[in-house]
């Protein structure tokens, strides 16, 4: 449709001139904070399953220009595809990929929202799509939410990041009075940064506001052409009638069951103390039965649990260098220490649920939480 369209050329020319995120191309991750974004950990969250080695498909939609090293490092051996509107984003991504020895992505300019008549994805279906700091900048949310869903294969779920009106509040009251100051460019507007007067409410948000500190990001949040909030009912309809039901809220401070997250959420939004963004896990609704049969399976069969792929790369590190991933689910996580490095080592081939020692469970519990652990209905991989 012809007003979107405008706006989405707007969106492009802005990505095309700030390429975001501004990371030094030599930055990189550590290997076991990427371990939440492991696809083999996630599926066995939601499904119960390990998927076949050769069938691991990611697609980063709106991937920017970061995105696809770490989601390499979380899944060397999967087939990612990483898509982005901006050239600028691509190019750089690519580079990042490559400097740090990752050649598993398959980079590809396209809009999410320009499916009809467009083979960029040659009818690939994926099982995890990462669609992170993206839906808010396309205006016609509900074609991405299509398009997104018609990408995941079945029980395949994906990931978003959308802003909240609450959070996002004073970016955006930021971000209009630079539009009525004809504020347009980063010169301008670095400049009145710049000369923001020590205890004024701009000063307090700048020196709050990592973002800020850096070019592209200071672009992000004043400059943007097209930037929604969102309520958590607002989100949670576009949710509804694009056919997707949220899985598990990731933020920080996330409740782990969802009704109570929502609750949680919903009076926040009422007092108005809201800070975080939305960051949740959704899946399409019609695989709910799978994901309902896998709760079942949990409670009456001997269940079996291995060692996060990514967690496994990272462990014989751990007795020399103490390490503590960082927290990627909401929740402080649980550290590692020499004692837990020799139980988490036992995870390395599968071990039944009922073979655990009862000594062990509550740990074993919390590394299943978060994710270090992953839990399966049976051993097996399949071929
Ligand atoms: C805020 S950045 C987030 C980048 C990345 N997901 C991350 O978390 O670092 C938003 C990205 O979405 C891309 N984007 C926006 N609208 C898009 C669309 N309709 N189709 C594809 N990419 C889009 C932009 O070019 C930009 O790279």
Known sequence: MEPFRSLQDAVKAHYERHVYPQFPLWA??????????????LWA??????????????????????SPYPAAVANPEAQITALDLSEANLRRATLHSWIHGYFNVNFIRGDITQTAGSDFLKDQRFHFIDCYGVLHHIPDVITALNALHSWLNPAGFMRIMVYSQSARRSA??????????????????????RNAPTGSRFRDYLD??????????LADLFLHPYAKTY?????????EITGFEPLQFIHWGALPEITSEIARLKKLEK?????????????RKQDTKIRIEWQKIKNRQDTV??????????????????????????????SINDQDKRLLSRFRTPVRQTAIKPADRDRVEQYLQALFLIETSRPNLSP
């Open 28 to 41: 990189s991750v550590r290997t076991c904070d990427a371990y939440a974004l492991n696809l083999d950990a």
């Open 45 to 66: 969250r939601f499904n119960g399953e390990r998927l076949p080695q050769k069938e691991r498909k990611i697609l980063l939609a709106g991937c920017g220009s970061f």
């Open 172 to 193: 955006q009251s930021i971000r209009t009075a630079m539009r009525m100051l004809g504020v347009h460019t980063l010169r301008e507007l670095k400049q009145l940064c």
């Open 208 to 217: 709050a506001t990592p973002e800020a500190d850096f070019d592209s990001g």
């Open 231 to 239: 309520t958590l009912e607002a989100l949670l309809k576009i949710l």
């Open 271 to 283: 007092s108005n103390e809201l800070r975080s963004n939305f960051i949740l896990l959704v899946g």
């Open 305 to 334: 649990i291995t060692l996060n792929p990514v967690i496994q790369r990272s462990l014989p590190w751990l007795p020399f260098i103490p390490l503590k991933p960082e927290p990627k689910l909401g929740f402080v996580n649980p």
